[in-house]
């Protein structure tokens, strides 16, 4: 069995999303409306993996975000959720419906709590812009990632986890 998750931030990049979550497959783009993305955490003082804001949808009638959908085998449903910090309350689990090319499809995806803006490091905001463009997301949308201001961090990240993994 499997189950069709929608990825907005670091896991539209497919090397990140298979650290943890193997299974996952593209399946195709989409664009969730009525929602916009941002970055921020989930705690005003939170230490995050990422040394910065990371992404989540927030309700804005008239918005879109464009994203991927990937289709997991149920056996990676406890790990995403793990990755998305779910049981520490970090995000929710939400149904939305994805806006695709064959029609519309129900996924999961995840919204944060108690939303605090924050930018993101320059290493996430990379992680998320070679996602979009690795599965070929709008050029307008690719343009408005690549143009998030970050918080200048140098050190290292998340990132170097996944140039490592990809050798």
């Not at 299974?23 to 705690?43: E, M, P, Q, V």
């Not at 999961?108 to 939303?115: A, D, E, K, P, V």
């Not at 690549?146 to 050798?167: F, Q």
Request: hydrophobic share 35%; proline share 6%; glycine share 8%.
């Amino acid at each position: 069995m499997s189950f069709m998750y929608f990825a907005f931030g670091s896991n539209l990049l497919k090397e990140r999303l298979q650290l943890a979550n193997p299974s996952a497959r593209f399946h195709c783009t989409g664009k969730l409306k009525d929602y916009i993305l941002n970055f921020g955490l989930w705690d005003e003082h939170a230490d995050s993996r990422w040394h910065g804001g990371t992404a989540t949808i927030q309700p804005c009638p008239g918005g879109e975000v464009w994203g991927v959908v990937w289709t997991m085998d149920n056996d990676n449903l406890t790990s995403l959720d793990a990755q998305e910090g779910v049981k520490r309350g970090l995000y929710s689990p939400l149904e939305v419906t994805v806006e695709t090319d064959s029609g519309p499809v129900s996924c999961r995806t995840y919204q944060m709590n108690h939303f605090h803006g924050c930018p993101p490091s320059p290493q996430y905001k990379q992680v998320v812009c070679l996602g979009a463009e690795q599965n070929g997301l709008p050029v307008q949308y690719v343009q408005k990632l690549e143009a998030v201001i970050t918080n200048n961090y140098s050190g290292p990240s998340v990132l170097d986890e996944i140039r490592t993994a990809k050798k």
